[in-house]
C-alpha cells in the first residue's frame, strides 16, 4: 500500500509539475506585456505575476490530480460505502465544523507567540479577496475536490483496502499538514509548529469522515464546509 501510495502522488506531482511548468513558460514569453501584470508591476514583473498565473497554477494541480486518477483508477481498491446518505450526510457536517473547532480552538494560543499568527497561504487569500468569485471557485471548490481526490479517494483508499486504514490516516494526515505548511518562512517555530499541527488535525478529521463512511463526496463537503466558512470571514473582515 505505502508504494502504491507513492505511486500515485509520485504521478500527481508529476503530472502537476509539468503543467505548472507550461504556464511558466508560457508566462515568460508574455512577460514584456506590461499591460498583463498587475497595476503598479515593474517592467520586468519583478512585484508579481497576474492573478491569472496562480489560477493557472491551481489548475495545473487540478489537472495533475484528475490526470493521476484517471491513469490509477483501474489499480485502486473498492472503498466500501457505509451506513446511510443521511448519515453520512451528518458526518460531513460534523467533519467540516470539526475542522472550524480546530482553528478557534488554536486563536487562544496566539497570545502566546511572538510572530504573525496565521497560515502560509494566509497573503495569498488576502489578495483573492479583491476577486470574491475566484476565491470561492478556488477555496471553496477546486480545493476540496482536489486535495480530497488525492489525499482521501487516492492515498487513504490504498490502505484502507489493504487493511491498515490506521496507518493511512496518519500518513495522510501528515502529508496534507506539510502540503499546506511547507516551510516557517518569516514565523518563528512555535508559530509553524501550531499551524502544522492544525492542519494535521484537519487531515486527520477529514480522513476519518472518509473511513466512516466510504464516500468521496463526504470529505469534500466537509473541507468545502470548513473553507466556506473562512471564506465569508475573510470577505466580512
Keep these: 500500500a505505502t508504494l502504491a501510495m507513492l505511486a500515485d502522488l509520485g504521478l500527481v506531482v508529476a503530472f502537476a509539475v509539468g503543467l505548472a511548468l507550461l504556464v511558466a513558460v508560457v508566462a515568460h514569453a508574455i512577460e514584456a506585456d506590461q499591460s498583463l501584470f498587475s497595476p503598479g508591476a515593474d517592467r520586468d514583473g519583478s512585484r508579481g505575476l497576474p492573478p491569472w498565473v496562480g489560477v493557472a497554477l491551481l489548475a495545473a494541480t487540478f489537472l495533475g490530480a484528475a ?3 484517471w491513469f490509477r483508477r483501474s489499480t485502486l481498491p473498492c472503498m466500501p460505502v457505509r451506513g446511510s446518505a443521511l448519515r453520512a450526510t451528518g458526518v460531513a457536517l460534523a467533519c467540516g465544523m470539526a475542522m472550524l473547532a480546530l482553528s478557534l480552538l488554536a486563536i487562544p494560543l496566539r ?3 511572538d510572530a504573525a499568527f496565521e497560515p502560509s497561504n494566509e497573503a495569498g487569500l488576502r489578495v483573492l479577496a479583491a476577486h470574491p468569485v475566484a476565491l470561492v471557485l478556488l477555496v471553496v471548490l477546486v480545493a476540496p475536490l482536489v486535495e480530497e481526490l488525492v489525499f482521501r479517494h487516492m492515498l487513504l483508499r490504498r490502505f484502507v483496502g489493504a487493511g491498515r486504514p490506521w496507518l493511512g490516516l496518519i500518513l495522510t494526515s501528515l502529508l496534507f499538514g506539510f502540503i499546506h505548511e511547507t516551510s516557517i518562512g ?6 509553524y509548529l501550531l499551524m502544522l499541527g492544525l492542519y494535521i488535525a484537519m487531515g486527520a478529521a477529514l ?11 463526504v ?13 465569508i470571514g475573510l470577505l466580512a473582515a
Design 67 to 69: 490526470a493521476a486518477w
Design 111 to 113: 497570545s502566546g507567540l
Design 186 to 191: 518569516d514565523r518563528d517555530p512555535a508559530t
Design 207 to 217: 480522513g476519518l469522515a472518509y473511513i466512516v463512511t466510504g464516500r468521496y463526496w
Design 219 to 231: 470529505a469534500v463537503a466537509g473541507h468545502a464546509l470548513n473553507n466556506g466558512i473562512g471564506v
